[in-house]
T-cell receptor
Framework: KNQVEQSPQSLIILEGKNCTLQ??????????LRWYKQDTGRGPVSLTI???SENTKSNGRYTATLDADTKQSSLHITASQLSDSASYIC???????????WGAGTKLIIKP | DGGITQSPKYLFRKEGQNVTLSCEQN?????MYWYRQDPGQGLRLIYY???????QKGDIAEGYSVSREKKESFPLTVTSAQKNPTAFYLC????????????????FGPGTRLTVL
């Protein structure tokens, strides 16, 4: 079954600290993987996208990695800010039918 | 929210009523989508449309209906047949089909929270 699993479900860290969010997938055939940020009560906003041949992609303080062999991705946030408090969602696209498989997200809370 | 508007932001419905959620985009995108988001779950696709006057069922289309009479508009009707409609509804658009070979980015609206009383 094509699935995307994210961990942890929720995470609380202090402002200024780094953190890493995980995304494991069983989607096949794989096309690309995207990370979204969703503020509470708002729509998701795309952060990064990686294809099979890419293993890292940065967007400011956000760095995503992809290991297509182990079917794992991570999102690393450096020097966290209060505005980073949000849910982070991993989405994998299937190469065969362009279907998008959405993870349930990780809820990140940054405390001052 | 990138040129996509949804209204209303909050909607309350009595059991047995149909309600229509509005979604408008000014991005000139061909593809539009409706998702449902429930706590602890990933987004689930209700309907999507690749071009005007055409739309396809997603994973959970039962109890919902859509129309695409104009490129910029994709309203969603939640009918009384939908047994558990309380949820956060998100509309999105993309230049072409998201997940396709161009990997077009989806742009989301601010969402409508529907509550059944």
């Amino acid at each position: 079954k094509n699935q995307v699993e994210q961990s942890p479900q929720s995470l609380i860290i202090l402002e200024g600290k780094n953190c890493t969010l995980q995304c494991n997938y069983t989607v096949s055939p794989f096309s690309n993987l995207r990370w979204y940020k969703q503020d509470t009560g708002r729509g998701p906003v795309s952060l990064t996208i990686m294809t099979f041949s890419e293993n890292t992609k940065s967007n400011g303080r956000y760095t995503a990695t992809l290991d297509a062999d182990t079917k794992q991705s991570s999102l690393h946030i450096t020097a966290s800010q209060l505005s980073d408090s949000a849910s982070y969602i991993c989405v994998v696209s299937m190469d065969s039918n362009y279907q998008l498989i959405w993870g349930a997200g990780t809820k990140l809370i940054i405390k001052p | 929210d990138g040129g996509i508007t949804q209204s209303p932001k909050y909607l309350f419905r009595k059991e047995g009523q149909n309600v229509t959620l509005s979604c408008e985009q000014n991005l000139n995108h061909d593809a539009m989508y409706w998702y449902r988001q429930d706590p602890g779950q990933g987004l689930r696709l209700i309907y999507y449309s690749q071009i005007v006057n055409d739309f396809q069922k997603g994973d959970i289309a039962e109890g919902y209906s859509v129309s695409r009479e104009k490129k910029e508009s994709f309203p969603l009707t939640v009918t009384s047949a939908q047994k558990n409609p309380t949820a956060f509804y998100l509309c999105a658009s993309s230049p072409g089909l998201a997940g396709g070979p161009r990997a077009d980015t989806q742009y989301f609206g601010p969402g409508t929270r529907l509550t059944v009383l």
